[in-house]
């Protein structure tokens, strides 16, 4: 299963039954800076995922002097479909955050992301549908190479958008 922004971006897209896993106590890369989830506090969805992705990334990482690394990754899903994976390339000395937002149909929505060995690095497993990856902090990532983010949809359903975002 592609997106349409998946295939424009030549992100491969697939699916697993496997859902989002809690996030690990380690794991590769460093999480660094202050900033938690409370650049979130008080988000409230629109309806349009597109729309409040650009405002959740303007809360949470345009203050961090983040930037988009490419256009949205969109999707709809079903609570109990397969999550949804997606190939993201992520460079050695960089620094990241992914954010993703839901329709409001979407009640939690669960992001994971894996290094190429299939390790989990990070996951926002929280029960909300605007998670941040990580939940507080930046990415670091030592190496670099293709990682894989999965998206999920734990309740509800409708439309979501993720991006990843780096300094």
Excluded: K, N
């Excluded at 190429?116 to 029960?127: C, Q």
Aim: with cysteine; aromatic share 6%.
């Amino acid at each position: 299963m592609r997106s349409a922004a998946g295939a424009a971006l030549g992100l491969a897209a697939f699916t697993t039954a496997c859902a989002p896993a809690p996030a690990p106590a380690g794991g590769r890369g460093a999480e660094t800076g202050g900033v938690g989830r409370d650049c979130a506090e008080g988000f409230r969805r629109s309806g349009s995922p597109r729309l409040d992705l650009d405002r959740l990334g303007q809360a949470c990482g345009e203050r961090l002097g983040l930037r988009p690394t490419a256009d949205p990754i969109v999707g709809e899903q079903r609570e109990g479909e397969p999550s949804q994976r997606f190939r993201v390339r992520l460079e050695a000395g960089t620094c990241y955050r992914v954010f993703a937002t839901g329709e409001r149909q979407v009640r939690d929505l669960d992001l994971a992301l894996y290094g190429a060995d299939p390790e989990l690095v990070v996951a926002d497993a929280s029960p909300d549908a605007y998670p941040v990856l990580p939940p507080a902090g930046l990415l670091c990532v030592d190496a670099s190479g293709d990682y894989v983010l999965e998206v999920g949809v734990m309740a509800g359903h409708g439309r979501w958008a993720a991006q990843v975002w780096q300094e």
